[in-house]
DNA sequence: CCCCTCACCTGATCGC
DNA sequence: TGCGATCAGGTGAGGG
């Protein structure tokens, strides 16, 4: 359930269950899923058997879980289609590759199943560093290179304008650069260049300050929206930590919405293949300029 | 340093 | 029913 708003309903899904809460045992199914943690997976589990966790965090699409008392925490990613499901012990969901479980302070024992089809995603143990640009923050240092996203309190939108203005690409690679903002994938890059009436192919450092201050605007807005729809779930694929759909995927405009009217205008929302994967857009209300 | 392409993976679905 | 082609929400290494 990859891009931020999914994300980040993983986090405040995982939230009650997994702060304070002590890992009993953990089972790993694939090691594939293990791929960005610097060791074997003997070391893996080592390391996080026994441990006590905290509140999970999130920057981008990015998550971790601080391990109490320590300078480590449990970080993991979904890649394209990892989610993270809370189940009664001895549960199980097809594709798992990590089973961990937990005892919770109010809830008892709980088990997380990290499932994952394509293996893009992992969970790897990682040293928490202090951030660049606030040195009381840690983030795990896998982490530390992704820009903050615009939910983040602490997100510079000057520095993000100034960046954006020096770009010499694409406008949606650009929004898609996860140094530059994080938490913009594919749907969310093509809702917000939807709302600012912006072609995907139009050179960042030819938008005006005002065009982009719309562009973040909408980026924003389309992440509050889904938010509170509790994430974009096209099928069984992406689901909260109860295995529950989101809604947002009945308020899309552009993204999958090909040969049907433009919310705005009216003239059919094209689809084109772009960067080896897809863009979706109208090119009466986008065009390239 | 900046920008771009490609590799990494599996399973669901569709057309023949 | 079977088979191959196609598709999918991301990231980072490495080359130009």
Known sequence: MPELPE?????????????GASIESVEVLDARSLRRHPGPSEDFVHRILGARLTAPERRGKFLWVPIADSDEALSLHLGMSGQVLLREPGVDDALTRIRMLLTTVSDGPVQLN??????????????????????????????????????????????????LARKRTGIKRALL????????????????????????????????RRRAGILLRAVQGVFAKALEEGGTSFDAQYVNVNGESGYFAHSLNAYGQQARPCPRCGRPIVRERWMNRS????????PRQ
């Open 7 to 19: 994300v980040e309903v993983v986090r405040l899904g995982m939230s009650r269950a997994v702060a």
């Open 177 to 208: 650069d996860q140094t530059l903002i994080s938490g913009i994938g594919n749907i969310y890059a093509d809702e917000a260049l939807w709302l600012a009436r912006l072609h995907y192919d139009q050179p960042a450092d030819t938008l005006s």
């Open 114 to 163: 990290f499932v994952d089809q394509r293996i893009f995603g992992s969970m790897a143990i990682d040293a928490l560093v202090p951030t660049a640009d606030r040195p009381a923050e840690r983030v795990p240092a896998s982490v530390a290179h992704i820009a903050r996203d615009p939910l983040d309190e602490a997100f510079d939108e000057r520095l993000f304008f100034a960046r």
């Open 279 to 286: 863009s979706h857009l109208c090119p009466h209300c986008q």
